[in-house]
């Protein structure tokens, strides 16, 4: 079978039903997925799987099931990539509902407190806003991905106990309020006045919205949740650049493939780039070290030829400047 073939059907057993051929194996690369709402991360890479024709497909940095937009998914070689756009910043659009509590902290969770938001101003708000931007430091909430004593903090929620996370420092550098509603949330018999803030934020991996949402509402002396969520960038991948599953799926079936964004489109998109002379691409293939770079922190080494050889890290080696490859992606041939 040549590459780029779609794979004969396969049987089940004797007397088993016909599995559709799996479709031709997609380009090492990333995908920017504009995630649906109901959908875990987990669900989009196995959707992701099933379009790209391989199970080598991950994603950087988990969305809530009730939260929309980007989620990048790496394919191929590409995971290997996604370490270092997990640690990238993120920007959100998102609704706080201030006057009431969950034990969640989102829309999702039980109520545990409503004590409303009558006497909350805009201008309270606005003041309270600016008082969690910048370096902070933030409880994450209770249910997340967090480790406790080697078992995720969610799961031991979910068992009935009781966890307390530690604060640990994290960066908003942007909170902008672009809207207040008011509003009234539950039953005619007990109607509680709520403030709906509609907000726009970026802020630094391991940052947890829903808590930003709680700590508001304590900050004006009531309780707050995140009503809706939707994020509209990963580091260098914005909604501009993402489809959605169904856009991929009609891509897929037009064009035979999957369609992903190239080794060295995806790096320069998250890493500053360096442009290597031949030589230099060669030595980096057989994992050599070649001349600094003279910047801080990784940067992606793309070759002559276009391609992305190698991420970067400038180190000292018996005292003399070099780089050294910390990835290789395109091996010497």
């Known amino acids: ?74 394919v191929g070689r590409a995971t290997r990539l996604l370490t270092y756009v997990v640690g990238a910043d993120k920007a959100y659009d998102a609704t706080v509902r201030l006057g009431v509590g969950t034990t969640t902290d989102d829309a999702e969770g039980e109520v545990t407190a409503a004590p409303g938001a009558r006497d909350v101003t805009e201008e309270r708000v606005r003041a309270a806003v600016a008082d969690l931007t910048g370096d902070i430091m933030q409880v994450p909430t209770a249910v997340s991905a967090v480790k406790v004593d080697g078992r995720r903090a969610y799961a031991r929620v979910r068992a009935g106990e009781e966890v307390e996370l530690a604060a640990r420092p994290v960066t908003v550098s942007a909170f902008d309020v672009l809207g207040v509603r008011p509003a009234r949330t539950g039953d005619a018999a007990g109607e509680v006045p709520v403030l709906d803030v509609d907000v726009r934020v970026v802020v630094s991996s391991g940052t947890y919205v829903r808590a930003l949402a709680r700590d508001l509402g304590a900050a004006l002396g009531t309780a707050g949740h995140l009503t809706a969520l939707r994020r509209t960038r990963v580091g260098g991948y914005a909604l501009d650049d993402a489809r959605t599953l169904e856009e991929m799926q009609e891509q897929a079936d037009a064009d035979g493939v999957l369609a992903t964004v190239p080794l060295a489109a995806a790096a320069r998109a998250t890493f500053p780039v360096r442009e290597l002379a031949a030589d230099e691409a060669r030595a980096l293939g057989f994992g050599q070290w070649v001349a600094p770079s003279g910047r801080d922190g990784t940067v992606a080494a793309i070759g002559p030829d276009g391609e992305l050889v190698a991420l970067l890290e400038d180190t000292r080696r018996k005292g003399e400047p070099l780089a050294r490859p910390v990835l290789v992606l395109a091996p010497a041939g």
């Open 1 to 74: 079978m040549r590459p780029g073939e779609p794979r004969p059907a396969e049987h089940d057993g004797p007397g088993g039903r016909t599995r559709p051929p799996r479709r031709p194996t997609a380009p090492d690369g990333f995908l920017v997925v504009d995630k649906p709402a109901g959908w875990t991360s987990h669900d989009v890479v196995g959707r992701c799987r099933r379009l790209a024709g391989t199970r080598k497909v991950g994603h950087a940095g988990t969305l809530d099931p009730t939260a929309t937009g980007v989620l990048v998914v790496g």
